[in-house]
């Protein structure tokens, strides 16, 4: 009990309280790596995620059904349904 003590009391102030705020007294290349691995985990946890894919909009002018009505009342011409050619009408 006592040698951890020793040994806590030896290590060097990590932290510097001044006042509210927390200065890093020491700095060490590993922390920055370590800062480093956090975001790249972050980023593949951000690729992992999956987006959730758009739902198809129905857009009803280009369906077979009313691209024929709209032909055939502004008088274009058309397939009917049957599959014949309707000419214009003049």
């Known amino acids: ?45 951000r690729a992992q995620v999956q987006k959730k894919a758009r739902k198809i909009v129905a857009n009803p002018v280009k369906w077979k059904c009313n691209a024929r009505k709209i032909a055939h009342q502004i008088g274009k011409s058309y397939i009917s349904k049957g599959g014949k050619m309707c000419q214009k009408e003049e």
């Open 1 to 45: 009990m006592e040698n951890k003590l020793g040994d806590l009391e030896s290590l060097p102030d990590l932290f510097s309280d001044t006042g509210n705020e927390i200065d890093f007294v020491h700095s060490t290349s590993s922390e920055s790596s370590d800062d480093r691995f956090i975001q790249s985990l972050r980023i593949q946890e």
